[in-house]
């Protein structure tokens, strides 16, 4: 064998962008040659982010380029590098951020329109959206939409909401982009780039012949040349995987902790990757990429007849949603094969089209078919230890074949399937009489399975309605899924299979009335709407707001975000970015694995004996206080949650520490969780008091009702999944006890005084910075000021340096989630839909320690009654104390679960009187001058205008008509549109949580320093900042700088959260700013036509200070519980959303056709700021309200710890059309400028989706007869849909009835 050794990193790879550096998380440098990409950039890169590292996110894409000696062609394609071993990259070209632009070089168009076009708030994601779009455009300079939005399938953004990045690069396909000006655009100019390093191609021709060897300290890494090659080494080490995308390999390795002495890379072997035509079908070697199988298979439809291909069309469709362009660019289809996860997409389309595999071992060739026999793993039928797949025979289809494939998962695109299937008959020629039929579905066991019994049964029957009613029968006979099975949703996974069935059964028919238009009747009209799913369409929208500004002025303007270009060049430093330390130590944490127990022991004696591993660090090593009187930082004696830190391990990197960490041995001894909101009620388990308000007389009320109706619901939580997980450095400054606090937090007051009084010194020797957040949501006000006390502790006790980046799954365990919620209410009408009386109860999940509960639901309680004046009104509220981990704030802060609870009773009384919902909410609804149940005055004047404006700018009724006309003429799919009003406060309760400092310099050449105590998340704090200051001080925007947020410039800072933050920050920087022009005027008047920096020289020699503190004092609020009155939030924010949507009953699915939204920004100090909060913030309500789903198990172990498992919305998700408009002609005298804060009202207009789906759904059941007052809670999954979509499928699946010809009900 003809072997070269290649030491681990520097030659197995050559960068185009300069690797030189690191991201703190990748600092690893031994041992890394088999390590996935991200943990290997050890010299200096920081543009690629890890916000996963398990391929589900995209923040880490880089672009691959390979050079095959053969073809002599250039390959280029975007990977997630979190999945990329170091050692598959010798002789590529590896593009990361940095080397598609710099500021320091040039940007790119790329980077500079998704500036320009504010596709970036915390950055985070930015360079892996960069990269995305860079690969597109190296293979497609003119790309069409759909490429476009396809090419983003597997990027995901928490923030922005996506329309803004999917709008900057419209450009690129010659369209208008949003709200920028294309005039402002350099051009792009493809000759630009860089080209395909000379010397690995050279090295790519000498190579051919050379088997490369990676020998690592457990891991051999092997890429053998030729076929025989690979064959002796398969031989040799049997149990060696072939890895090719490692994206089933490298996650068994990542999550499953599988470890490989040996691993075979066929990279280079020509034989598996031909691309042959052959008489019977498409031969395709086993290492080709799913992409390129994509681009075969077009390429191949688009030349044969449609007869012959049927499998291939069936496999595109599957290609088409099949996880991200990141991961179908690594993923290969033998590996998919030979990895057969049961929810695999393609491998039932290869099953029922009978797929044929080539194998070689050096016993010789064989083939072997791609049963279902296969894939469940049968030893007979299975490929031998020495064999490998050479290449995959899909054979071409036969005229009277018919093939479908479908798939229904928790999120359209880039999610792992809840059950999938594909389908094929073979009809005798020029009849309906089945000849062959083949069935399979995966995400029913731990393998694909056959419906193959049932299909036996089915042979020789004709394909009508008696056929499907028996099929039906047959398969939910024989495909079993036990109650318990894992993954839930037993009913659904069978309603699922029939439902797909009979989409076959549709297609089937549809197909053979093409086929012989004499021989076969037309399929009814409505029944057509079964057919066909929902696309992904790019979607388009429109941004109303009014500039009135002079273009001078920097206020009023939609300026970019102040880091918008370092977001895109990767520039942009975050915490985990940070240069290495002198000695730095990385920190993992031991978390409890149980709910509720007493502590027996820890045990570190094993993770002492890890190489590298310092120190470990319990409670005992705090020297003051251990966290907060409502909650430690290390866990003492009792755990109260799983995921609560008992100790941390500290090690020279940070998998030496992780693998510490997994050493200690915690003995515990278990007691009684309480888990639920209904234990805790039975326990009488509360966090606080009752929070209670009431106005009028409730009995009253009631007695006067017409009727009165009762009912509950429960809202489900959220994952923050920011993009940045929780990160902290500290670093011990080696005198006077000093130390430097770099963290991830909204609250750097808070993580000072907590390290300080854990360490037992005074604040000031605490400096805490805050450069930027990726991305906080609420979720990192009080967490952090925690994590940074474990970091402190440990660089306490070790005297060195120490940095702690939670992995994803450690961040969404132990953070907690917003509050679960539960109500019950009792609502009392009149029969003209007039509410009299409401009586409601409202109780939340709080988790195992107070964190910010109470405060929730006071907010609950206070904003219970949205935009309703309810006469007679009583709510009460609890915040329920259990064992799971603390929930915590999340933007909107309650209010998205009061406002959908307010919707869901005042729906039912909509329900109840048969009229429609928009005239009930348009009678109950606040007018003019009033006062909210707690008696605080405001003014619903725009509560209304934004009603009217939306009902028209909608379209509202026209649309209403064309929907319910929709709905007559389809059966299977329905359309939904709804309406939904917003009263919300921005602020707090209490008036100290507004106050505000600030702190400006102006240096004598008259550049200008701005410092204040609000947080960069993403949200453009500093932007508007900067806006403030250019106008106040009345000099250009350039001439100002805005460097971090810190402890030492403003102290006692308040959290940045309420929506307030720019507001209050932004009147003490205006303090400041007024107060030096003051002492500037003097000089001024004396030379008015002199420049800023003469003013500022003369200042200076006239021993004027150029430093000024500013300070707001904050907004004037309270509420006295006792008497349940106050004047409790600054001031209202009003808005209107019209969401419309189209429903599959068959499956759950569901496609957002449109969104208007009207809100009453006042006067927007920048409107790209503030529709991206509001476009951002109503995307993550539509995720929390139809799409993220908690799960936790009856342990308290959560199982949604990452992007595999909980779904936030991605661009598949956003409306086609999208338009948000700023009511016209308003003022908030009371807030900066008088504009008002945006950060948070956007999520609960989420809910209109929510609504408007509930709409489809009642006309369903209405349709089909059923209840129309049912209840539906949230998140409204696809699984809620589609078994509240009550038909005869559901209804065998239920009762386990299996009546024959049940179907023909629905056919007749
Ligand atoms: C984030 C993410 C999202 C995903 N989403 C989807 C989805 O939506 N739908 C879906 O269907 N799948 C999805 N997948 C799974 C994906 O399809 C598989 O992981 C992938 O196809 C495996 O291919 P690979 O080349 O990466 O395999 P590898 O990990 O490289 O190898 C997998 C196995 O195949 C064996 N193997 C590979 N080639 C050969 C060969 N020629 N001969 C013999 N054995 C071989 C290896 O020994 C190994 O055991 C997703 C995966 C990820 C990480
Ligand atoms: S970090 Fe690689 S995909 Fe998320
Ligand atoms: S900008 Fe996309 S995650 Fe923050």
Known sequence: MNTENCPPLLNTSQMTGDLGGGNANKREMENQAFSSLTTSFAVCLTGTKKGCGIGGCGACTVMISTYDPVSKKILHYPANSCLLPICSLHGTAVTTVEG???????????????????????????????????????????????????????????????????????????????????????????????????????????????TLVFQGERTMWISPASLRELLELKTKYPKAPVVVGNTSVGLDMKIGGVHHPVILHPDRISELRIVNNTNNGLVIGAACRLAQLRDILMKAVSGLPEEKTKIFCALLQQLRTLAGEQIRSLASLGGHIVSRGSTWDLNPVLA?????????????????????????????????????????????????????????????KNALSIVNSAMRVLFKPGTNVIMDLNILYGGIGSTTVSARKSCQKLVGRQWNEHMLGEACRLVLGEIFLSPSAPGGKVEYR??????????????????????????????????????????????????????????????????????????????????????????ELSLAVVKSSKAHAKIVSIDASEAFKVPGVVDVVTASDVPGENGTKNEKAFA??????????????????????????????????????????????????????????????????????????EGEMHIGGQEHFYLEPNSVLVVPRGEDNEMDVYSSTQYSSNVQELVASALDIQSNKIMCHIKRVGGAFGGKITKPSYFAVIAAVAANKTGRPVRFILERHDDMLIVGNRHPFFGKYKVGFMNDGRIVAADIQAYINAGCTPDESEMV????????????????????????????????????????????FAETWVTAVATQTGLPPEQVRDMNMYEGLNVTPFKEQFDATNLRKCWTECLEKSEYYSRKTAAEEFNKQNYWKKKGIAIIPMKFTAGFNKTFYHQAAALVHIYKDGSVLVTHGGVELGQGIHTKMLQVASRELKVPLSYIHLCETSTTTVPNALITAG?????????????????????????????????????????????????????????????????????????????VACSEVEIDCLTGDHQNIRTDIVMDACFSINPAVDIGQIEG?????????????????????????????????????????????????????????????????????????????????????????????????????????RMVCADDFTEMVMNHCFILFPILRILN
């Not at 008015?1088 to 003013?1095: A, I, L, Q």
């Open 100 to 210: 598609v632009g710099s500021t320091k070089t040039r940007i790119h168009p790329i980077q500079e329109r998704l500036a320009k076009c504010h596709g970036s708030q915390c950055g985070f994601c930015t360079p892996g959206m960069v990269m995305s779009m860079y690969a597109l455009l190296r293979n497609h300079p003119e790309p069409s939409m759909e490429q476009i939005t396809a090419a983003l399938d597997g990027n995901l953004c928490r923030c922005t909401g996506y329309r803004p990045i999917i709008e900057s690069y419209k450009s690129f396909a010659g369209m208008r982009s949003g709200l920028c000006n294309p005039e402002e655009f350099q051009p792009a100019d493809p000759s630009q780039e860089f080209i395909f390093p000379p010397e690995l191609m050279r090295m790519a021709q000498e190579q051919q012949g050379r």
């Open 352 to 412: 029922v089209g009978n797929s044929v595999l080539n194998l070689t071992s050096t016993d010789g060739k064989r083939q072997i078919p791609l049963t279902d026999d296969f894939l469940s793993g049968c030893k007979n039928a299975d490929i031998k230890p020495n064999e490998i797949i050479v290449s995959v025979l899909i054979p071409y289809s036969k005229k009277d074949d018919f093939v479908s494939a479908f798939r229904q998962a928790e999120r359209r």
């Open 494 to 583: 069978r309603a699922l299979l029939v439902s797909f069935l009979f989409k076959f059964y549709l297609q089937v028919l549809h197909g053979l009335k093409i086929l012989d238009p004499s021989k076969y009747p037309d399929l009814p009209k409505k029944y057509m709407s079964a057919l066909g799913n929902f696309e992904c369409r790019p979607p388009q929208g429109r941004q109303v707001y009014q500039v009135k500004q002079p273009p001078q002025d920097p206020v009023g303007h939609p300026i970019m975000h102040q880091s918008g270009v370092k977001h895109a060049t990767g520039e942009a430093v975050y915490c985990d970015d940070m240069h290495p330390i002198d000695g």
């Open 636 to 709: 003492e004696e009792e755990v109260i949650c799983v995921g609560q830190i008992i100790c941390a391990v500290v090690a020279e990197s940070d998998i030496q520490a992780k693998r510490g960490a997994e050493k200690v041995k915690i003995q515990y001894e278990e007691l009684e969780p309480i888990l639920t909101i209904e234990d805790a009620i039975k326990h009488n388990s509360y966090i606080g008091k009752e929070k209670k308000v009431e106005k009028g007389n409730i009995e009253k009320g009631f007695n006067s009702a017409d009727e009165i109706i």
């Open 857 to 900: 639901i006071e907010f609950i309680v206070l904003k219970m009654d949205n935009a309703y004046k309810i006469p007679n009104f009583r709510v009460r509220g609890r915040a329920c104390k259990t064992h799971l981990p603390s929930n915590t704030a999340f933007r909107g802060f309650g209010f998205p679960q009061s406002g959908l």
């Open 1059 to 1135: 929506s307030v933050g720019s507001e209050t920050n932004g009147k003490a920087v205006q303090d400041a700013c007024q107060i030096l022009r003051k002492r500037l005027e003097p000089i001024i008047q004396k030379n008015p036509e002199g420049k800023w920096e003469d003013w500022i020289k003369e200042a200076f020699q006239e021993s004027i200070s150029l430093s000024a503190t500013g300070y707001f004092k904050g907004y004037v609020t309270y509420m006295n519980w006792e008497k349940e009155e106050g004047h409790a939030f600054p001031y209202f924010i009003f808005g």
């Open 1177 to 1281: 913030g109503f995307i993550q309500g539509v995720g929390l309200f139809t799409m993220e789903e908690i799960k936790v198990s009856p342990e308290g172990k959560q199982y949604t710890l990452g992007p595999d498992t909980y779904k936030i919305p991605a661009v598949c998700d956003i409306p086609e059309q999208f338009n948000v408009y700023f009511l016209p002609n308003t003022r908030n005298p009371i807030a900066i400028y008088s504009s008002k804060g945006m950060g948070e009202a956007g999520v609960f207009l989420g809910s209109s989706v929510f609504f408007a789906i509930r709409d489809a759904i009642a006309s369903v059941r209405k349709e089909r007869g059923l209840p129309e007052n049912f209840t539906l809670n949230s998140p409204l999954t696809t699984e809620q849909i």
